[in-house]
């Protein structure tokens, strides 16, 4: 067995020992009414159960990242798979570290269910190893990757801190407009959390299944002398499509459902990679995450945050206040030199420029202005509580697109990160 074979099983490994982790915080929390234990006890044995466990996942995911770097001779950070997995792993170093300052075990249920979503949506992509890129080879995408990344984990952290803070002080039995807008939002978005979740359960179904669609399309660009230039494309779908290529026609199509043919075809300014493909996946993706919430609905017969809620009784507030702007604090500096300065120091290096507006550059800086309007708010303005945990929340849906939507659907010279 090669080290890069034995670096999927110990990323196996890590999955598995995260979700352990996360069902013994879990029970740390949840079993506190039920155990024979004091309820402090118990949730000091448990959580030091957890802790050792999802610790072990982290080792495991630094085997992983360590043997598959030293198998293949490149950092693993270079396509979508890879990051993803680093991130994952960013977070729970991240996670590690806040854990050690507050010691608060109900940290972990948000965050471990964070890292098994993300470790199972870079099990999505494709796990072999790929060569890189002349633009990529250089000692700057480790600097670079690696930092924004790690500042992006303590986000990520902010995130589970933020929305753990608006589940315990919203009031899912108040019918005011104010309350019921409040509950809207918690709603959402822990109903966009269910997309994701959707979107990898629909991917393994298909792979599963075997589906497999094809479609010829058609591409129509002008050169530098001004002459049409026309090449035919074959585009291969793996989930039914709902909506076909832009300008393209079916070679293979299995029927699913009852529906033989796509609804309608992808608009022509879709012109990113594989467009057409990208936006059947995020339909199906919306569409399951919408079928899973109303099943969790039909199943509880209430809101998801007002079943959450009441876990989180006798939780200080302003505890998770204070954990959530501390990891942003943490990630902001991080996330500054990595996706920022480093990120600058490398286009110049690999493009002859800083700057120049392509859509990952765009977003990055978005998402800098973004916290550092959240870090003015906090500071100057004293936004804290329910304001302060709505922009930590937010930040991360921010931190996500730029990550995925914008690595999937825009095309750019980060368009490789997609593959």
Known sequence: MNLVDFSGDAFLVAFFLYCFGFL??????AGKKWGNREPEEHVRRWSKIAFVVSSAGLAAHLTFFFTRWAGSGQIPTSNMYEFMTFLAMAIMI?????YAMYRKPLLGVFALPLTIIIVAYASVFPSEVQPLIPALESIWLKVHVTTAAL?????AVGFAAGLMYLLRVVNFTEKTKSARRQQFWVEF???TILVIVGFIIVVFSFRAAGYEATFTQENVTIDSKGQQQTRVETVNYYMPPIVKPYNSQVESYESFLGMDKPLFEAPSWMNGVNAGRKFNTVIWSILS?????GLLRLISRKPLGAVIHPALEGIDPDDLDEISYRAIVIGFPVFTLGALI??????EKAWGRFWGWDPKEVWALITWLYYSAYLHFRLSRGWQGLRSAWLAVIGFVIVLFTLIGVNLVIAGLHSYSGT
């Open 151 to 155: 500042g992006e984990a303590f986000f």
């Open 24 to 29: 013994f915080y879990v029970i740390a929390i």
């Open 189 to 191: 978005t822990l109903g």
């Open 289 to 293: 995450g919408l079928v899973l919430y």
């Open 94 to 98: 991240a996670y590690t570290i806040v």
């Open 342 to 347: 480093f990120a600058m120091i490398w286009a």
